[in-house]
């Protein structure tokens, strides 16, 4: 099975604060996404890569930025947190094909103050 | 831009009773996928609908793929304590990646 791994379950930040969330995952996978989950708006894509050192932004990736310097491994990064960015971050990959289902991590819930 | 639309966004059944959850999307799919999310957890792929029409049956789940792959449902007959959860439909936009409906919330009465 495939395993995706969250540092964090649960995480509060002040305002103003640099943010690293961290994901890897154990099956190789090319692609991963960030994504943050928020009552009423679904999954909302924030970074992908699809492939060491590529990234490609998202739907909403204002305020945030990602590294991807391992093929197993994918930080978002909040450069100054604000409240806005309260939400849950989901992480996911999936091997190479768009038709490919996505894996999910746990998720990390994340408050700023 | 491209939208996933899906309806509603909650459903309280009785236990036994069928739920239905509907995906409307703004373009034309090459696909379409659903994900289930129990409470506390994190979406969980369920299948996959390539096809015009296509029908696809897990058990007491039915998923629906529309003959414009536009539109795609997910049935679930008599309803047990193990459902409750939220349910997503997500398709691919022009550049590959998932776009998700808001999800259906499916919530059992006591």
């Known amino acids: 099975d495939v395993k995706v791994t969250q540092s964090s379950r649960y995480l509060v930040k002040r305002t103003g604060e640099k943010v690293f969330l961290e994901c890897v995952q154990d099956m190789d996978h090319e692609n991963m996404f960030w994504y943050r989950q928020d009552p009423g708006l679904g999954l909302r894509l924030i970074y992908f890569?699809?492939?060491?050192?590529?990234?490609e932004k998202g739907d909403i990736p204002e305020g945030y930025s990602v590294s991807r310097e391992k093929k197993e491994r994918f930080s978002l990064i909040l450069e100054s947190a604000s409240t806005n960015q309260t939400s849950m971050y989901l992480c996911?990959?999936?091997?190479?094909?768009?038709?490919?289902?996505?894996?999910f991590g746990d998720g990390t819930r994340l408050s700023i103050l | 831009g491209q939208q996933v639309m899906q309806i509603p966004q909650y459903q309280h059944v009785q236990e036994g009773e069928d739920f239905t959850t509907y995906c409307n999307s703004s373009?034309?799919?090459?696909?379409i996928q659903w994900y289930k999310q129990r409470p506390g957890g994190h979406p969980v792929f369920l299948i996959q609908?390539?096809?015009s029409g296509e029908v696809k049956k897990q058990k007491r789940l039915t998923f629906q793929f529309g003959e414009a792959k536009k539109n795609s449902s997910l049935h679930i007959t008599a309803t047990q304590t193990t459902d409750v959860g939220t349910y997503f439909c997500a398709g691919p936009d022009s550049n590959y990646q998932l776009i998700w409906g808001a999800g259906t919330k499916l919530i059992i009465k006591p």
């Open positions: 609908l390539v096809k």
């Open positions: 373009t034309t799919l090459s696909n």
């Open positions: 996911a990959s999936r091997t190479t094909g768009s038709s490919q289902p996505q894996h």
């Open positions: 890569s699809y492939d060491v050192k590529m990234k």
